[in-house]
């Protein structure tokens, strides 16, 4: 038996969807999603709400596992990632290679980083299992494994010394912003375009404002409203800053010029404010869509919905996969097709219905089974 | 320049000074270059990258011993994306030149030649006012692209800001397209693979030789644009 839909699958699965059509450049319809309005976008999202679900992993229901326990949990989530990864990556070098060769365009092997796996082979190929070699548009993932490798650390201190959790996180995010600390690609030479050492922050954020009875987490949703009120103009001077084209020269702010630019690798303070403000002010949202689920004209519409999107954030790992291989599929439609609105159409929808089925067929091997613990209590409350 | 390169610098384009290159070589200064793009991610079969190929044949040129390219490509990155992220790139890394390969991606996913060529002038003109010279380093050659219309459309489009803005663009498409004309006849065994990395490797060159032809032409007269050449039909 699956869990009931919750705010925590609902909005992954709305990550899920914005991140597949983010993914294919030049898609008319990425020109309407949050990254088009916000300064932060679906991927902060997708990390935040991953920080979200490490407390479910670490503390479980009811009582507290033994500290050894989540360790070995973590670790082993950490491994699951990482395998994903790897096959993810080979699936899109065969995209890509079948492409090539049916489209008879070589362009298509250099697409995407993949150039070099098809050019020099060997030291590529041990890139792509250290994560040091990452293909375009598939390096969240890594992200991903490296922050959960991450996770037993910051999970023993909020075990140990809760009240240093979100201190240590923004000491090294500090640092990392100071002194430019990233992690290198190799054998391209490069850095990694998702900085884990600057993304830990909105992970371990997302952790700690899970905790509803201690630290930010509690202090958060005792003064949910005066964030939201102090949120508010950080979203709409977002979407000022996007509409009219009104980014401050980065050339022109001060050193350490990292605190003051907006920078995806290193997800700078001002993307971080400004996704925290998005947070606090469509927290209120997801009473309100339950609520309309109860309507009688539409009601059952939003509920289709709400299932929908739950279903897909609760298999949110076979689903971001599967969306990825999608993304890339959907490029090569594209170019195909020579990028038309029909095309676009097509291969949004068609996506998002494999996605759809991914995420069925994983719940139908569950069904039968006892629920899993669900993260409803505590992130409904919010 | 190799011998097998040579032929491909006849579709090059004329010298456009490289005004902040020169300054930085006069003061003694560090060469500093960024690379964004797509190119960056491509190595040989032999090893070394297209960024160290170019920085070799840098110092050897222009008889400096400190020069530093910061690699900052992201493959398959729209040239609306790049643009802005290169405006963080370089006040971070505070580069004299920009080298930026452009096209093949917009191309590839149907961007408008309007919407690209907008944003190709507006990070020209952002660069020259922040003092950074730029190298443009056009589309890459497949054969079957020049039977689509879109993608020659965007070459050629290229060429036309860089005429209009004076700044240097390396036309790799036709550089490798009369390379490999050449190769029809010399080589005709050559792989897809082997014509690639071949094309690669003079591209280095090429990039590397307007690089120094834009630092010695720092005192030439200001030369009018050459007109772009009219777009060949689809097959």
Redesign the interface.
């Known amino acids: 038996m699956t869990r009931a839909p919750n705010a925590v699958d609902f909005w992954r699965g709305f990550a899920l969807i914005t991140i597949f059509i983010d993914h294919i450049?030049?898609l008319v319809y990425a020109s309407y999603t949050l990254a088009n309005f916000s300064i932060a976008d679906a991927a902060d999202l997708f990390v935040f709400l991953a920080g979200w679900s490490l407390r479910l992993m670490a503390e479980g229901r009811g009582e507290k596992r033994p500290i050894r326990d989540v360790m070995l949990r973590l670790f082993g989530r950490a491994l699951e990632l990482y395998a994903a990864q790897v096959l993810i990556t080979m699936l899109a070098i065969a995209v890509l290679a079948v492409s090539a060769t049916e489209l008879?365009?070589?362009?298509l092997?250099?697409?995407?980083?993949?150039?070099?796996v098809?050019?020099?082979p060997v030291?590529?190929h041990i890139g792509l299992v250290l994560l040091t070699h990452q293909?375009?548009?598939f390096d969240i993932l890594p992200l991903y494994v490296v922050l959960m490798l991450m996770a037993p650390f910051f999970a023993l201190i909020d075990r140990v010394a809760p009240a240093l959790l979100v201190p240590v996180s923004l000491a090294i995010y500090v640092c990392v912003l100071a002194f430019?600390l990233t992690l290198p690609t190799w054998?391209?030479?490069?850095?990694w375009?998702f900085n884990p050492l600057a993304w830990q922050t909105v992970f371990v954020l997302g952790f700690a404002c899970a905790d509803p009875g201690r630290g930010i987490g509690a202090f958060a949703r005792r003064n949910i409203k005066w964030l939201r009120i102090v949120g508010v103009p950080i979203v709409i001077a977002g979407l000022l800053i996007h509409l009219f084209d009104l980014?401050p020269?980065?050339?022109k702010?001060p050193n350490p010029?990292?605190f003051f630019?907006?920078?995806?690798t290193f997800d700078t303070p001002m993307r971080l404010i400004q996704f925290l403000s998005l947070v606090a002010v469509f927290s209120f949202a997801w009473p309100y869509i339950r609520k309309a689920a109860g309507a009688p004209v539409w009601g059952r519409g939003v509920e289709a919905l709400i299932g929908f999107l739950a279903m897909l954030g609760r298999n949110s790992l076979y689903v971001f996969c599967i969306g990825s291989l999608l993304s890339l599929s959907a490029?090569v439609v594209?170019?195909y097709y020579?990028?038309s609105v029909g095309s676009d159409t097509a291969v949004v929808l068609i996506g998002i219905v494999i996605m759809a089925f991914t995420a069925w067929l994983a719940e139908s091997r569950q069904r039968g089974r006892p629920a899993p613990a669900s993260p409803a209590p505590r992130s409904s409350s919010r | 320049m190799s011998k097998a390169c040579a032929p491909g610098t006849a579709a090059l384009n004329g010298e456009q000074p490289l005004p902040n290159v020169a300054a930085a070589l006069a003061a003694g200064r560090t060469l500093r270059i960024l690379s964004i793009g797509?190119a960056?991610?491509?190595?040989?079969?032999h090893?070394g990258?297209y960024?160290?190929q170019i920085e070799a044949m840098l110092h050897a040129a222009l008889k400096v011993t400190r020069i530093e390219i910061v690699?900052?490509?992201?493959?398959?990155?729209?040239a609306a994306?790049a643009a802005?992220?290169m405006?963080?790139e370089?006040?971070?890394e505070e580069p004299d030149l920009v080298l930026w390969q452009v096209g093949?991606?917009?191309a590839?996913?149907?961007?408008s030649a309007e919407d690209f060529a907008q944003t190709v002038r507006d990070q020209v003109a952002w660069l020259k006012a922040?003092k950074v010279d730029v190298v443009l380093v056009g589309l890459?050659f497949?054969p079957?692209?020049l039977r689509d219309a879109?993608y020659v459309k965007l070459r050629d489009t290229l060429r036309a800001v860089a005429a209009e803005e004076h700044v240097i663009v390396v036309r790799f498409f036709e550089a490798v397209e009369i390379l490999n004309r050449g190769d029809d006849a010399a080589m005709p065994a050559a792989d897809?693979?082997e014509r690639?990395?071949a094309g690669y490797n003079c591209l280095s060159q090429y990039v590397a030789r307007a690089i120094t032809l834009g630092v010695f032409a720092r005192h030439l007269p200001h030369r009018p644009p050459t007109p772009p050449t009219a777009a060949p039909k689809p097959q």
């Open positions: 450049p030049g008879d365009n070589p362009l092997l250099q697409w995407h980083n993949a150039a070099a098809f050019s020099d030291p590529t293909l375009g548009y430019r054998p391209v030479a490069g850095t375009f980014w020269d980065p050339t702010v010029k990292l630019i907006a920078d995806k490029q594209r170019l020579r990028g | 797509a960056p991610g491509r190595i040989g079969r090893g990258t960024t160290a690699n900052r490509g992201v493959s398959g990155e729209l994306a802005v992220r405006r963080n370089v006040a971070l093949t991606n917009d590839l996913a149907y961007v922040h890459q497949a079957q692209m879109h897809e693979f690639s990395e």
